[in-house]
């Protein structure tokens, strides 16, 4: 009779882990996206390409490229990071495999933040991005890089800056 006390002690104690298990909290994965966009802006910063221009740049023709966007939703958030990963997985850029990664983790974050609030997922968006950017890196290819990753600095300081004020989808 002692064993069988004994045994279910043991699978008791075995399940205590279990129970302990608790809900990530919203505020965690704000500050986790944060953190990522913020080292994503460093990168940014540190990139050859930005030693090589000025940051005023005006070109027409890129206004596929998002651009001074106030970012206050998620779907928002996710939409551009969206557009910006198409864009530098088509560009030739070096030094952009790790900035690529870094996004799509962002985006998993936006995206798990949004289950987190009750969100709807949302279907990607098929836009002709594709089109656009090879015919104006033709014409510019370092005007393009330039201006592709300003943009996407101004918007992570906009999902930085918005992130905190995030009430609904």
Not at 44 to 63: A, C, M, T, V
Not at 94 to 102: A, F, G, R, W, Y
Request: contains cysteine.
């Amino acid at each position: 009779m002692q064993y069988i006390h004994l045994s279910v002690c043991g699978i008791l104690w075995m399940l205590l882990p279990v129970c302990q298990g608790r809900a990530i909290k919203a505020d965690r994965v704000k500050n986790d996206a944060k953190m990522l966009a913020r080292t994503l802006i460093t990168r940014i910063q540190e990139h050859p390409i930005q030693f090589l221009f000025p940051s005023n740049l005006k070109i027409n023709g890129l206004d596929f490229i998002p651009d001074e966007q106030v970012l206050e939703s998620l779907e928002s958030m996710d939409e551009t990071l969206e557009v910006f990963q198409k864009i530098f997985s088509s560009l030739p850029l070096e030094n952009v495999d790790q900035m690529l990664s870094d996004m799509e983790n962002l985006r998993s974050l936006l995206q798990l933040l949004g289950n987190i609030m009750g969100c709807t997922t949302r279907k990607p968006t098929q836009c002709d991005t594709q089109v656009n950017l090879t015919e104006e890196y033709a014409k510019a290819p370092y005007t393009t890089e330039k201006v592709a990753l300003d943009r996407l600095q101004k918007s992570l300081h906009s999902i930085v800056k918005h992130l905190d004020h995030i009430t609904d989808c």
